[in-house]
């Protein structure tokens, strides 16, 4: 059994910074790709971040380059992501996936999602 669990979300003011983490479970952490995505009410989900299985290859989508940064403790199996400079069009579920092949992550078609975790940013 599969387990991805999102944690650090929550309400935070423009400009703040939040950290989420991915914590896994049930499979061997180190032999997976992992992402990080969003969804905005009314809106598609977004793929945000990718990291390779030992964690040497990250890409980001461009709207959130220099702002994000996604990184991973394969001795703890937990993915994170650092948000910096937050703006309320940040507002969103975030989710973490994982897959073997970070390919399929980049083209935002992981084979597993965690729950999400809410972030809102409003003064």
């Known amino acids: 059994q599969v387990e991805l669990v999102e944690s650090g979300g929550g309400l935070v003011q423009p400009g703040g910074s939040l950290r989420l983490s991915c914590a896994a479970a049930?499979?061997?952490?180190?032999?997976?790709?992992m992402g990080w995505f969003r969804q905005s009410p009314g809106k598609e989900r977004e793929f945000l971040a990718a990291?390779?299985?030992?964690?040497?290859?990250?890409n980001y989508a461009d709207s959130v380059k220099g702002r994000f940064t996604i990184s991973r403790d394969n001795a703890k199996n937990t993915l994170y992501l650092q948000i910096d400079y937050l703006k309320p069009e940040d507002t969103a579920i975030y989710y973490c996936?994982?897959?073997?092949?970070?390919?399929?992550?980049?083209?935002?078609?992981?084979?597993?999602w965690g729950q999400g975790t809410q972030v809102t940013v409003s003064s």
């Open positions: 996936a994982r897959d073997v092949i970070l390919r399929d992550i980049l083209r935002s078609n992981p084979n597993y």
């Open positions: 990291i390779n299985a030992d964690g040497s290859t990250v």
């Open positions: 049930g499979r061997t952490f180190s032999n997976y790709a």
